[in-house]
């Protein structure tokens, strides 16, 4: 459930032309000529996911560094690439970027994207409880006798309500989830049969209408949820890179009451088919 800073790095996609309109809007809202703020990718991708894909901006970036019209820098960590940007005026880059390094390593310290994995997990299943949801199996790779060979990917959990099962995906991360991935668990669910769902704080829309095909749902939280006695990092890393982190210690009722309505309209429809 690590968050991944580099997963867009190797898909390769035809030229958008929002790559333009990305382009435009990075420059007019982040790197004007007397800017002088440093950003890494991931902050610059979820600061314009409402308008682009985060993979539409990552090459809206590397087209701006390409043409010389703002500075690149690559910060290696334990685990991680961190992609840095500024202003090419900006003079004094390598402070912000070494204070942004030490937030990033102890976000992305592999026992705590763990942590962050457990309890992205542990909000699901209070939530799956409160509206009356049971938790069937965890790390599911096989259901009613048919098992999951092709790859040695799981699902996170298998739910049931009503005669209804889900193959739930949680993800407690900045990132979307994997391309690859997102498209296995899809497959999987359809040969366990049952229906996809994913936990995510967010997802492309195209991710999203792939899964409503499949008959499934999409749980978007907005944010990333770090654990209580995390507080202060989660404070720290909101106020000084801007990211969505939040500490809670249950999923909002109108958060699970999404997935609840969605579920109940469905059943009404079944039941007049």
Not at 52 to 76: D, P, R, Y
Not at 126 to 150: H, L, N, Y
Not at 157 to 172: H, P, T
Not at 203 to 215: D, E, F, S
């Amino acid at each position: 459930m690590s968050d991944d800073f580099d997963d867009f790095a190797e898909v390769e996609k035809p030229r958008d032309h929002q790559i333009d309109a990305a382009k435009e809007r990075l420059m007019e809202a982040f790197f004007p000529d007397d800017a002088v703020k440093v950003y890494y990718g991931r902050q610059l991708e979820i600061a314009l996911e409402d308008e682009f894909f985060h993979w539409i901006t990552k090459k809206a970036l590397n087209e701006l560094v390409e043409e010389n019209q703002i500075s690149f820098g690559v910060e290696m960590l334990s685990h991680h690439k961190a992609h840095f940007y500024w202003p090419r005026r900006h003079r004094y880059a390598r402070r912000q970027i070494k204070e942004t390094l030490e937030l990033i390593a102890l976000f992305s310290d592999p026992e705590f994207t763990r942590a962050l994995g457990h309890h992205g997990e542990s909000l699901a299943d209070a939530g799956f409880a409160r509206i009356g949801f049971r938790i069937r199996q965890t790390k599911v790779r096989e259901v009613d006798g048919k098992r999951w060979t092709e790859t040695n990917h799981d699902l996170d959990r298998l739910i049931e309500r009503d005669g209804i099962r889900y193959g739930v995906e949680i993800k407690n991360q900045l990132g979307y989830i994997d391309q690859t991935e997102f498209e296995v668990k899809l497959r999987m669910a359809r040969f366990l049969g049952v229906r996809p769902m994913f936990i995510a704080r967010m997802m492309p829309r195209n991710y999203i209408q792939k899964v409503y095909r499949a008959g499934g749902f999409s749980l978007l939280l907005a944010n990333q949820h770090y654990p209580l006695m995390t507080a202060k990092l989660a404070d720290r890393v909101r106020r000084v890179l801007g990211l969505p982190v939040l500490c809670i210690s249950a999923l909002p009722d109108t958060t699970l009451h999404r997935f609840e309505a969605w579920h109940e309209r469905h059943l009404s429809r079944r039941g007049k088919d």
